[in-house]
C-alpha cells in the first residue's frame, strides 16, 4: 500500500504559512503577492513528482500526471480569508499532493495517477468560485471583466496582469479524464471536536438560499410624534426576526443553521423614529426540502407583518446556491479508509460551508472529509488542527483515493 | 391695545427664508454664512426699533428695550437643522420682533418693552443649547473651545471666529429684570390639526433619557455553527426591543414616548453570526415619575435578558433632561389670550421636544405657545403652516405679552 509521510505534510504546510505569516495564521487573500508565491511553490513540488504543471489565466494550478491508468483529482486552494488560518484550504491541497507523491512512489499503482488543482479565489475575494468554476468551463471572459476585489476594488483583470497571468490562457479540465474528485478540509465546526470524532465523511454539501426583509414605514420626530399613530419599521423589523428565530426550530431539520446577520435602521439616528428597515436571513440545509419549507414559514411571517401593519413588509431571495450531494463511492471510500485507520472515530455529516467540490460534483463523482477543527474556530487566526489529527486525516485521504483508483480499473 | 402687523410678519418670515432657501424649505446650519445674515438681518430689525443690540461671542442676538417699566424676553432660534424647515425657530423670533414693535408703538405700553433673543445652536451643530445656556452664564469656555459640528467637524472656535466673533465678549442676562420668557414654535406634531386647534398652551417640556442597551455573544460561521451552540446577540437585542415594545404600552403614561432608532449589529455581515448588538432606546415624559417607571422595566427587561442567557446584555443611560414646567401665570395668558381670539380652539398640552424655554424656565418664569404643523411634519423642507395660523399665532402671542406685562405693572 502506498504511505503519507507525516513529516512532510506537516512540513509543506508550514512552509505555506511561512509564505503569508499574519499572528498565529496566515494573510494571504487572492493573487497578493504571498497568494502568488504559494502557488508557485506548488507548482514546483507537483514538478518534482514529474506532474506536468501549468499556472492558468485565472490563477489555478494543475498538476497532471503522465499515467495511463485510472486518475483522481484532488486539490482545494491556497488563498485565505483576510487575517485568517493556516490550513482553510492549504489542507486539501497539500493533503492531495502527498496522496500524488505517494502513488506515483508505489510500483503497485504505476497506471494510476493523482491530479492535483488548487483552485483560485473559493474564498470569494472576486467572485463566486471562479476558479473552479473556470476549470470545468463554467466561467466566460465577461466575468473576469467585471469582478473585483470586494476589500480593495481592484479589477481581477489588474490582479491577474500583477501576477504575470495577463494573456495566458485557462485551462478546462475533461471531468472524463477522472475517477472523481475528492476533497478534504477543515470542518469548522465543533461536531467531531465535541463527539471525540477524527473524520467527518462528508455526504452533502449543503444549500445556502439568502433573503432580504425590507420594512417600510414613516420616518418622523421622536419626541413629537404620538406612539399611536408611530409607523416604526424598526420595531417591525425585529418583530420579524423575533418570530422567524421562534418559528423556526419547530420546523427546522436536524442540520439546519439559519442567520441573521444584518440589521439596519434607516436613519438610524437616536431621535428619529426608522423609516426603514433591512434584515438579512441566510438558511443552509443539505436537503431543498427542508429549505422550502423554511422559505414557505419566512415568507409568511413576512406577510403577516405586512397584512397586520402599520408598517409594509417584504421579502426577496438574493442567493440561491444547490445542496450538492457527494458521490456514494466517495462516501464508502472515506468512510471504509477510516474505519480501517480509527475504527468508530468517523461520522457521516453534511457540510455547512460551501467547497470547490460542490462545483466539481455537478460533472464527475465528487467526495470530501472533514478533519476536526480546534474548538470549531475557523476564518480567525486562531484556527488550528492538532499535528496528529492532520497527519492521520492524510493517511485516511490517501487511503480512501488508492481504494477508489483500485476500483476503478 | 397694541397691534401687529400681519403682513409684516410673514414678510419677515419670508425674507429669513430667502437668505438660506433650500428646496421649500432653508438650509441654515449654525455659523453657515447664510445663518450669520440672518442674525444681523435680525439686529437691524431690532436697532430700527430702537433697541440696543448686540451680536455676542456666541452669536446669540440681543434687542434690549429702553423702557424703564416691565419688561419680557421674548424670542427663539434662527439656525434650521439640516435642509429643513423655514419656521422652526424663525416663528418665535419673528413674533418676539413684531411684539417688540407692537409694545414700543403702543403709547399705552410706553414704560414697557419686549427684548428679543435669538439663542444659538439650539439645533444642537455644535452643542446642547450651547446659545440659551451661555445667556444665563451656564456655559464656560472650556465647553466652547471643545466643541465641534457634528456634520462638519469644525470647531465651534474656528467656526465663531469665521463668523467674525473671535474675541467678542459673551452676554449674559439679569433674569430678575423680565417678567419672564415666551417662545412661540411650531408643533411639530400632529395634535392640533388631527383635532382642529389653533393654539397649544405648553405645559411643560418632557424629560428625555437615552440608553445604551448591549447585548455580547460569540461571533462565528453561519454555516457550520449548530443552532445549539449559537450565542447570537442580534436575535437577543431584537429579543429586547420586542419586550419593550410590548411591556412599554402598559405602564406608560398617556403623553409618553419611546424611540428605539438605531440598532446595529457586528459584524453585520450575511455570513457570520453577530457576536455584539446595540439598541439605542430613547423616552420622554413630562412626568419624571413616569420616566422613572418605564426606566425600571427596562432595566428589568434588560437583565432577565442576561440571565435567561445565551447573551449578556446590559443597559446604561447615555442622556438626562429634566421635564421643565412652564409658569402658571404665563400659562394662564397664552390660554385667556387663546380664548379671546380663537374661543374653543386652544390646548393645554407638553411639549414633547425641548427647546430654549426649558433652559430659561430654570432662572425666570417661561412660558411657550405652539401653532400647528401641516401634516405635523417637521426637520424636513415640507414642514409648514399656513399663513393664517402664522398670523394667528403672532397676535395670540402679542396679546399674552400685553396680558403680562399689564400684570407686572
Given amino acids: 500500500m502506498p504511505e503519507i509521510n507525516g513529516e512532510r505534510v506537516l512540513a509543506d504546510l508550514r512552509a505555506l504559512k511561512a509564505l503569508a505569516p499574519y499572528e498565529g495564521g496566515v494573510h494571504r487573500p487572492t493573487l497578493s503577492p504571498e497568494h502568488v508565491a504559494s502557488l508557485k511553490w506548488l507548482a514546483a513540488e507537483l514538478g518534482a513528482i514529474g506532474h506536468e504543471t501549468k499556472l492558468d489565466g485565472i490563477a489555478n494550478v494543475f498538476g497532471i500526471s503522465k499515467a495511463k491508468g485510472p486518475k483522481l483529482l484532488g486539490g482545494s486552494h491556497l488563498e485565505s480569508q483576510n487575517h485568517a488560518g493556516w490550513l482553510d484550504g492549504p489542507l486539501g491541497v497539500v493533503y492531495a499532493l502527498e496522496a500524488a507523491r505517494a502513488i506515483a512512489a508505489d510500483p503497485a499503482f504505476a497506471d494510476c495517477g493523482v491530479d492535483v488543482i488548487s483552485c483560485c479565489d473559493e474564498e ?32 481581477l483583470r489588474r490582479a491577474l496582469a500583477a501576477a504575470g497571468l495577463a494573456g495566458v490562457p485557462r485551462h478546462v479540465l475533461d471531468p472524463k479524464r477522472y475517477v472523481g474528485f ?20 462528508v455526504t452533502k454539501i449543503v444549500g445556502i438560499r439568502q433573503y432580504l426583509i425590507t420594512t417600510e414605514g414613516m420616518q418622523n420626530h421622536a419626541g413629537t410624534t404620538r406612539m399611536a399613530i408611530r409607523r416604526d419599521a424598526g420595531v417591525a423589523a425585529a418583530r420579524i426576526a423575533v418570530a422567524i428565530s421562534d418559528h423556526f426550530p419547530g420546523i427546522a431539520g436536524e442540520r439546519t443553521v439559519w442567520t441573521m446577520g444584518r440589521m439596519a435602521y434607516d436613519p438610524g439616528a437616536p431621535s428619529v423614529i426608522p423609516g426603514g428597515a433591512e434584515l438579512v436571513l441566510q438558511m443552509r440545509d443539505p436537503e431543498n426540502a427542508v429549505l422550502d419549507r ?41 468512510r471504509d479508509a477510516a474505519e480501517a485507520l480509527v475504527p468508530g472515530k468517523h461520522v457521516d ?13 455537478a460533472h464527475m463523482p465528487a467526495g470530501m472529509l472533514f478533519v476536526p477543527s480546534i474548538g470549531g474556530i475557523s476564518h480567525h487566526w486562531t484556527e ?15 487511503d480512501a483515493v488508492a481504494r477508489l483508483l483500485k476500483a476503478a480499473r
Same sequence: chains 1, 2.
Fill in 182 to 201: 475528492l476533497e478534504a478540509h477543515i470542518e469548522q465546526g465543533d461536531w467531531l471536536e465535541a463527539n471525540d470524532l477524527k473524520i467527518g465523511v
Fill in 124 to 155: 470569494g475575494h472576486f467572485g463566486n468560485f471562479l476558479g473552479s468554476r473556470s476549470s470545468i468551463g463554467d466561467v466566460d471572459e465577461a466575468a473576469i471583466d467585471s469582478a473585483a476585489d470586494r476589500t480593495t476594488g481592484t479589477p
Fill in 294 to 334: 423554511l422559505e414557505v414559514a419566512a415568507k409568511e411571517i413576512v406577510a403577516d407583518a405586512d397584512k397586520s401593519g402599520p408598517c409594509r413588509a417584504s421579502i426577496r431571495q438574493t442567493r440561491r446556491t444547490e445542496p450538492a450531494a457527494m458521490a456514494q463511492n466517495f462516501m464508502d471510500a472515506v
Fill in 349 to 361: 455529516m453534511p457540510s455547512g460551508a460551501g467547497h470547490d467540490a460542490m462545483v466539481f460534483s
Fill in 384 to 398: 488550528n488542527t492538532s499535528d496528529a489529527d492532520i497527519v492521520l486525516g492524510a493517511r485516511v485521504y490517501l
